[in-house]
């Protein structure tokens, strides 16, 4: 279905950088109306600015109630639905599992977690009254095989792994899908701070790009591309893989 002919509204989570900017600016380039939420929106007013009629920018933070049902609220007020929900927002702390205090784990699952059931919450009643939706839960790798240092954010992924297929299930006789995105290894602002060989990142632009031609899968797991699929099925084959993969991060 075109996007054009349907006026379809896609609502992105964590939207001011990296792969969640480069995915909504896809998707408007496709003909989209897209929504960005997120605490920070300076890199997002430059798009508003130049398609006003078709962007909307909100300041929202995931971990709070209210913010997130302003927001969306906003966003069916303007447009009147949306089509597409992609929850991206994710934060995580990086160290030892001993340096990490309960605080930090817990703002790992108030953002990666609780503020995906937030979204959802807020915006599977529209979905359930247009009988038709699409609830895309970026996910990780981490959240199926685990990585040293981000014990945090690996358990929010699992979390995440596990709640899009619990939906999916509740959802079945519904016109309404859930499912667990997949996105490569990529050079974000955070995921640079790990120490991975450039060779090993990928472009944020691609990946968003990637990322929107698929925003209309209804599959169980949504992955960027064959490579990123394959990843994940060795990955889980050959634990021994990770390990070694991983090896730097362990003393």
């Given at each position: 279905?075109?996007?054009?002919e ?16 480069h ?13 960005g939420?997120?605490?920070a929106?300076d ?10 009629d ?29 089509d ?16 990490q205090?309960?605080?930090?784990t ?22 359930r ?7 895309h839960?970026?996910s990780?790798?981490a ?24 939906l ?15 996105p ?35 599959g ?32």
């Open positions: 279905m075109s996007s054009d349907s006026g379809r509204v896609v609502v992105v989570t964590g939207a001011n950088e990296g792969i969640g900017y995915l909504l600016a896809s998707l408007l380039d496709d003909g989209y109306r897209v929504a939420l997120d605490v929106t890199e997002l007013e430059s798009l508003r600015e130049a398609r006003p078709r962007v909307d920018v909100r300041d929202c933070d995931v971990t709070a109630d209210d913010d997130v049902r302003a927001a969306m609220d906003a966003v069916v007020d303007r447009w009147g639905r949306v597409v929900l992609v929850n991206n927002a994710a934060v995580f702390t990086f160290g030892p599992f001993e340096a205090t309960l605080d930090d817990r703002r790992e699952f108030e953002v990666n977690y609780f503020g995906y059931v937030r979204t959802i919450r807020a915006v599977l009643p529209h979905m009254a247009q009988e038709e939706g699409r609830i839960n970026v990780s790798g959240g199926l095989v685990g990585h040293p240092g981000l014990s945090g954010y690996a358990s929010t992924k699992g979390a995440v792994e596990a709640l899009t297929r619990s999916r299930l509740e959802l079945r006789n519904e016109n309404v899908w859930c499912t667990v995105m997949h490569p290894l990529t050079n974000t602002r955070s995921a640079a701070t790990l120490g991975y060989p450039d060779a090993f990142l990928s472009d944020p632009a691609e990946v968003g790009r990637k990322l929107a031609e698929k925003v209309e899968s209804t169980p797991v949504v992955a960027a591309d064959w490579k990123t699929k394959a990843g994940l099925w060795l990955s889980k084959r050959f634990p021994s893989l990770v390990e070694r993969g991983t090896e730097r991060f362990v003393e």
